[in-house]
């Protein structure tokens, strides 16, 4: 089945061209987010990738009571949208209550269901209803073909923008392994497929009350999924990790990423040709 191709802000998503999905995990303040997404707007044109900011207003799922959230939902939006505007990139933002599904369409042009949530049908035709692209991650106790079924919900709901969103699936306790093979089996479905570079390297609840992880491989296993074949890459950054509100030992430092981009870019351009053999 071809790939279905969507028009965001003059781009195309799902010609064959990479996607860059870039940010801090959360919105930890305005300054932050605007430095990432110059930075990341700048070496995504100096290698004419389409760049989409990405970050959280809430993370609502933290491993503990008590970590930190983000700034919430209107402070969010405006911070958003004001990165949207000055930086002139299309942003990305995650929900996790079907009202919030409204508000966040009126101002980001990809609306995000985190993993956790994609069986939640109120969720989806909510996210579906605001006609905005649907970034839809995997959840990690998924099976790849039964993303199908995700899609539908949208699909039937009058929204069929849908991107799959490959970002690891468990493996025992606080442990993710990718399947490479998954991301061909949601391929089938005709969807464009994301894969989640910094997610697929955590360690979910691996540091006691926080998550833990290791950066360093998200950087191989980008690698095999340009392989494999994907559409675009995700990837949580931030100018120092260690200093991060939330996720920093699986977000790639700021400074790595122009390496990161041309390792993932070259196996992506080589792969490119074998797909048009097949």
Same mark, same amino acid.
Not at 82 to 92: A, D, F, H, N, Q
Not at 128 to 153: S, W
Not at 230 to 237: H, K, M, V
């Given at each position: 089945?071809?790939?279905?191709?969507?028009?965001?802000?003059?781009?195309?998503?799902?010609?064959?061209?990479?996607?860059?999905?870039?940010?801090?995990?959360?919105?930890?303040?305005?300054?932050?987010?605007?430095?990432?997404?110059?930075?990341?707007?700048?070496?995504?044109?100096?290698?004419?990738?389409?760049?989409?900011?990405?970050?959280?207003?809430?993370?609502?799922?933290?491993?503990?009571?008590?970590?930190?959230?983000?700034?919430?939902?209107?402070?969010?939006?405006?911070?958003?949208? $004001?990165?949207? #505007? %000055?930086? +002139?990139? @299309?942003?990305?933002? *995650?929900?996790?209550? /079907?009202? &919030?599904?409204?508000?966040?369409?009126?101002?980001?042009?990809?609306?995000?269901?985190?993993?956790?949530?994609?069986?939640?049908?109120?969720?989806?035709?909510?996210?579906?209803?605001?006609?905005?692209?649907?970034?839809?991650?995997?959840?990690?106790?998924?099976?790849?073909?039964?993303?199908?079924?995700?899609?539908?919900?949208?699909?039937?709901?009058?929204?069929?923008?849908?991107?799959?969103?490959?970002?690891?699936?468990?493996?025992?306790?606080?442990?993710?392994?990718?399947?490479?093979?998954?991301? $061909?089996?949601? #391929? %089938?479905? +005709?969807? @464009?497929?994301?894969? *989640?570079?910094?997610? /697929?390297? &955590?360690?979910?609840?691996?540091?006691?009350?926080?998550?833990?992880?290791?950066?360093?491989?998200?950087?191989?296993?980008?690698?095999?999924?340009?392989?494999?074949?994907?559409?675009?890459?995700?990837?949580?950054?931030?100018?120092?990790?260690?200093?991060?509100?939330?996720?920093?030992?699986?977000?790639?430092?700021?400074?790595?990423?122009?390496?990161?981009?041309?390792?993932?870019?070259?196996?992506?351009?080589?792969?490119?040709?074998?797909?048009?053999?097949?």
């Amino acid at each position: 089945m071809s790939t279905k191709i969507y028009n965001l802000d003059g781009r195309l998503i799902g010609d064959g061209s990479l996607v860059v999905i870039a940010g801090p995990c959360s919105l930890e303040n305005y300054d932050l987010g605007l430095r990432v997404a110059k930075f990341m707007k700048r070496i995504c044109d100096e290698r004419n990738l389409l760049y989409v900011f990405k970050a959280s207003f809430d993370k609502a799922n933290r491993t503990s009571v008590h970590a930190w959230r983000g700034p919430g939902l209107e402070k969010g939006l405006e911070q958003l949208a $004001e990165i949207k #505007r %000055t930086v +002139g990139v @299309p942003v990305l933002t *995650d929900i996790h209550e /079907s009202y &919030q599904a409204g508000p966040v369409g009126d101002v980001v042009d990809v609306v995000q269901i985190p993993a956790f949530l994609c069986r939640q049908t109120d969720l989806l035709v909510a996210a579906a209803k605001t006609g905005r692209i649907i970034n839809v991650k995997k959840a990690q106790f998924l099976a790849p073909e039964d993303m199908e079924y995700v899609a539908a919900k949208c699909r039937e709901a009058g929204n069929d923008n849908v991107l799959f969103c490959e970002r690891g699936t468990s493996l025992g306790y606080h442990r993710l392994v990718v399947d490479m093979t998954g991301i $061909e089996t949601m #391929r %089938t479905f +005709g969807y @464009p497929i994301i894969f *989640d570079a910094t997610h /697929s390297a &955590q360690r979910p609840g691996g540091l006691g009350g926080a998550s833990g992880g290791d950066y360093r491989l998200a950087f191989p296993l980008s690698r095999a999924a340009a392989a494999v074949g994907i559409d675009g890459i995700f990837a949580e950054t931030h100018p120092n990790p260690k200093e991060a509100l939330s996720d920093g030992p699986n977000m790639i430092p700021l400074d790595k990423m122009p390496k990161f981009l041309d390792e993932v870019l070259a196996i992506h351009n080589v792969a490119k040709t074998f797909t048009k053999e097949e």
